[in-house]
């Protein structure tokens, strides 16, 4: 009787459906995100349970030259391959927009990058990067361009270009195609209207399509800002962090201290510090750019 | 590292038994036996053991290996199962096992690994004792890596070492008859090796094996050292300065590029003619003896390995990739897996195994000196004294977790590229890596 009231209750019912959600985000997530944090508090080394060191590893990391370096690194790395990755995007999302011979088969290739797993393609990037074999440098020998082949991954500030380069190649498809699908889903009859007002296209671009994407755009430059930052295997496959740690991400850093060298707590402080990153990420594009007064062709105040 | 298929295993046994035909079985090894006290192991009734080793460099490793699991299960009745893991892999498995207190009873492990959690591992002092006795006794590296105190905690296995491996004609070419056994030497063939056009090539990225084990070798050589014996860092000093004033004149004869060069990138360019030294297994060698592409196999001849020349200090100081087999004191059979281990060091076991790795792992006891993969052909013999001429990682100080810390992190290599490259003068170099260093040598 009482049972088949309590399953009738809609409240109830409703909780007693979202237990198994919740119990996955809380095994799942929540509780290794606090552990790591705890961690991070820790000094426990792989083997041995650490005990409460307060932000001893935060301040140890500070002073330490490779972890700051590897800080001044991942900003590098994100901003300029996110910058570079929305102009990027926006443009081919742009251009696929327009009516296209083969539309959907084209379309469609330009998804590659993205779906092939990222281990692979750095490795084929480790092959165009090759210091000996490196088939870019070879082409511009051949076409007398150059005398020596390009070490590029042997120079810090070349090496930090090309996994730029290479994230890039892989990012841009992630957006391109997010905006595209922002993109259609403007309403054509704002365009009809900019054209009797006697808007040119730049004019329909920054009235009209801009303000219509941000939402969108926000939501997948946090994606992009947050894959981006977090990256771990392209650096691994294609530098390990070298040469000089010049690439090394805090996201590398931390497996190597961490894991390969058995210092859990620092690696896991070094994962804990990359957080507040993170969020003013999301915390920028969600209130920097969903801002509906804007959008809906307002001035904020 | 060359992929090594089963025909050519076949093919290079053969080659090894007709060698043990003509040299006969080693006296010595079977005198000292005799004197040897006998190893009193119970395994317990129905033992099921679990073994985790690093995934094979070579594939007769694992064949070979995998045959002798199954001899023991088939003498001894006790069910063995094994899994491989890349060898980076590996510390982390044993150190969440032994910190969670279950996971494989045996696992072979790398360098600092027994130090990271000496407590949890069980007392193989007997089966250290036993091995010793009977096989000539252990290199003096492997007591540093094996023995806690005055008791052993695992019992190596062997390392997986390396040489100057070059170019003979190429050598010859630059006026010299044989290789260099001293730094000045070796300097001098660089640089001739570089005014032809043939130069040589060794590794300056985050390399994890090739690139500790030659900027190791190198520091340690002219008397520079990461701690003192009670680890105190003294790595800044004028004897690591004279080392890194070496790295850069020796670097400037390099092939460009070196600095972005991981672990395979020295077999590339060696393989394809571009390098004519590096640092290295015997994996080019038996690439190239083992190639399809005839320009490759051309090569084979021409190979020659050298051990690292010997610096100021008068003494070997290689380093190599060393592992170890570590039971875990939770296993529920003990004596089984001290049976397992003891076993696969046992002569019938080990030298056929060593044979098909192609000497890709030296010994770690003195008697198997005399197997013959090691002069059936006369190009492996001198990776036969790799363990012999081993300085320990922690050099001068503990193993431990400051030890491993540091020379994941690279300190070494990137000192030794900082220089090496000119980014940093040898005394800032030499700073940095004190500062790096002192961090995880902290009290």
């Not at chain 1, 705890?38 to 060191?53: M, N, P, S, Y």
């Not at chain 1, 040119?200 to 219509?212: A, R």
């Not at chain 2, 090796?193 to 340690?220: M, S, Y």
């Amino acid at each position: 009787m009482s049972l088949s009231r309590f399953f009738n209750n809609r409240n109830t019912l409703g909780a007693v459906f979202m237990v198994p959600a919740g119990l996955i985000l809380l095994v799942f997530l929540t509780y290794p995100l606090g552990l790591g944090t705890w961690l991070g508090f820790t000094d426990a080394k792989i083997g041995r349970a650490g005990e409460w060191v307060g932000f001893e590893n935060f301040t140890f990391l500070f002073g330490d030259s490779v972890a700051r370096l590897s800080l001044f690194n991942t900003l590098f790395y994100t901003i300029v391959a996110s910058i570079i990755k929305f102009v990027f995007g926006l443009w081919l999302a742009l251009l696929l927009n327009k009516t296209l011979p083969f539309q959907a088969f084209v379309r469609a290739v330009v998804l590659l990058p993205f779906i092939v797993p990222t281990a692979l393609s750095a490795l084929a990037f480790w092959w165009l990067y090759d210091a000996q074999f490196s088939v870019l440098s070879w082409a511009l020998v051949k076409m007398g361009l150059i005398d020596n082949y390009i070490t590029f991954l042997g120079d810090p500030w070349l090496a930090r270009g090309s996994v730029v380069a290479a994230n890039i190649w892989r990012g841009v498809p992630f957006v391109a195609i997010t905006l595209l699908a922002g993109l259609q889903t403007i309403s054509p009859s704002l365009y009809e209207a900019a054209s009797l007002d006697g808007a040119t296209e730049w004019q329909k671009f920054w009235h009209v399509t801009l303000p219509m994407l941000t939402p969108i755009i926000a939501v997948v430059m946090t994606f992009s800002v947050l894959f981006t930052f977090t990256d771990f295997q392209l650096i691994y496959v294609l530098t390990r962090g070298g040469p000089l740690n010049a690439t090394h991400l805090m996201a590398t850093l931390s497996f190597q201290r961490a894991i390969l060298g058995g210092a859990l707590g620092e690696g896991a402080a070094l994962a804990t510090a990359m957080v507040p990153f993170l969020l003013a990420a999301i915390l920028f594009s969600y209130f920097g750019l969903q801002r509906r007064a804007w959008q809906q062709g307002g001035s904020d105040k | 590292m060359s992929n090594f298929n089963r025909r050519d295993f076949l093919k290079a046994s053969a080659g090894v038994a007709a060698g043990t035909a003509a040299v006969g079985v080693g006296g010595e090894a079977l005198a000292q036996a005799k004197g040897a006290p006998a190893l009193n192991l119970k395994p317990e009734k129905g033992a099921k053991l679990r073994v985790l080793k690093w995934k094979r460099f070579v594939q007769g490793d694992e064949d070979l290996f995998n045959a002798n699991i199954k001899k023991f299960s088939a003498q001894t009745g006790i069910e063995v199962r094994i899994d491989y893991e890349g060898f980076e892999d590996v510390r982390p498995k044993a150190a969440v096992a032994a910190n969670v207190g279950s996971g494989p009873d045996v696992i072979y492990g790398f360098f600092d690994d027994p130090h990271l959690y000496p407590e949890k591992l069980l007392d193989v002092t007997d089966v250290a004792n036993y091995l010793g006795n009977k096989y000539g006794g252990w290199y003096d590296v492997c007591k540093t890596y094996g023995m806690s105190g005055n008791k052993w905690i695992s019992i190596p296995l062997g390392a997986a070492g390396a040489t100057f491996v070059h170019r003979i004609s190429h050598m010859q070419a630059a006026g010299f008859k044989e290789f260099p056994k001293d730094m000045k030497g070796f300097l001098d063939l660089c640089k001739a090796l570089k005014a032809k056009g043939t130069p040589a090539g060794f590794a300056l990225g985050n390399a994890t094996g090739d690139g500790n084990a030659w900027c190791h070798w190198l520091v340690w050589a002219f008397g520079g050292r990461m701690v003192d014996e009670k680890n105190n860092v003294v790595i800044n000093s004028p004897e690591t300065i004279k080392a890194l004033e070496y790295a850069k004149e020796l670097y400037a004869t390099f092939i460009p590029g070196t600095l972005s060069w991981l672990d395979p990138n020295n077999n590339k360019a060696f393989l394809d003619g571009l390098i004519s030294v590096t640092n290295n297994g015997i994996s080019v060698y038996y690439a190239a003896k083992n190639a399809t592409d005839p320009k490759v196999k051309e090569m084979t001849a021409d190979i020659g390995h050298a051990p690292f020349p010997i610096g100021p200090v008068g003494r070997g100081t290689e380093l190599h990739l060393f592992t170890e087999a570590m039971i875990f004191k939770y296993t529920k059979a003990p004596q089984a897996a001290k049976a397992f281990v003891t076993f696969m060091m046992e002569k019938e076991q080990y030298e056929p195994w060593q044979q098909a790795s192609i000497g890709y792992v030296t010994q770690p006891l003195k008697a198997y000196e005399s197997n013959p993969i090691w002069t059936s052909d006369p190009k492996n013999t001198p990776y036969r004294d790799c363990v012999k001429n081993m300085t320990p990682n922690s050099f001068a100080g503990k193993l431990g977790y400051a030890s491993a810390g540091t020379m994941a992190d690279f300190v070494m290599v990137n000192m030794v590229a900082e220089a090496a490259s000119g980014s940093k003068s040898p005394k800032e170099a030499a700073e940095r890596a004190e500062a790096r260093a002192k961090r995880y040598y902290k009290v």
